[in-house]
């Protein structure tokens, strides 16, 4: 049981470039979760969905795109990298609460 | 946007002693949870509280929810050296599906 996977698990962008994380879960969860941590900040909350086709704002929604064409999947997309943006991006899904299901994060620099 | 605050920020303690650490919020929560993040990995929830003033065990942990629900604590007694780790609050509000993480608290044992 995979659980919830991330790809790619590092990725070095350059200013102005575009790229997609992707976010896979197999545990049929209605809801996903894209998280950023950076130091002394803990999780923040980009973007949710809360089922097939949805989603919503977190609190730092700026500068990302999100899509949930089917519901195993949860994609972020950076429009143009701003080193604003490094960081270590984390998914999460969750059937309700209380626990949500992490996977192990993608480690995102931008020069 | 949201987030809750966490203290201490970090800390460094001998293996053995108890730990302690707290989350407040200006918001009230309903779910109070509490996750565990290893080095290189994603969080796991270790503890979900669901009422105020509830007090709530797992092993070595013992979690509370304060009666204000804009609180939360987290003690850990006799500390072991696998114990150290990101430790990272979090609650929900009625009628969302968020989940909302506070700033973190790094715990450090030294053997």
């Known amino acids: 049981n995979a659980g919830v996977t991330q790809t790619p698990k590092f990725r070095v962008l350059k200013t102005g470039q575009s790229m997609t994380l992707l976010c896979a879960q197999d545990?049929?969860?209605?809801?996903m979760y894209w998280y950023r941590q950076d130091p002394g900040m803990g999780l923040r909350l980009i973007h949710y969905?809360?089922?097939?086709?949805?989603?919503a704002k977190g609190e730092v929604p700026d500068g990302y795109n999100v899509s949930r064409l089917k519901k195993q999947n949860f994609l972020l997309g950076l429009e143009s990298a701003a080193p604003s943006q490094t960081s270590v991006y984390f998914c999460?899904?969750?059937?309700?609460?209380?626990?949500?299901?992490f996977g192990q994060g993608t480690r995102l620099t931008v020069v | 946007g949201q987030q809750l605050n966490q203290s201490p920020q970090s800390m460094f303690i001998q293996e053995g002693e108890d730990v302690s650490m707290n989350c407040t919020s200006s918001s009230i929560f309903n779910t109070w949870l509490w996750y565990k993040q290893d080095p290189g990995e994603g969080p796991v929830l270790l503890i979900a509280?669901?009422?105020?003033?509830e007090l709530t065990s797992n092993g070595r942990l013992t979690a509370q929810f304060g009666i204000t629900r804009k609180d939360s604590f987290l003690n850990i007694s006799a500390s072991i050296p696998s114990d150290v780790g990101i430790y990272f609050c979090?609650?929900?509000?009625?009628?969302?599906?968020?989940?909302?993480f506070g700033t973190g608290t790094r715990l450090k044992v030294l053997a």
């Open positions: 545990m049929n969860h209605e809801y």
């Open positions: 509280l669901y009422k105020a003033g």
């Open positions: 979090a609650g929900t509000t009625s009628g969302t599906y968020k989940y909302i």
């Open positions: 999460a899904s969750s059937q309700g609460i209380p626990e949500a299901f």
């Open positions: 969905s809360v089922g097939e086709g949805t989603t």
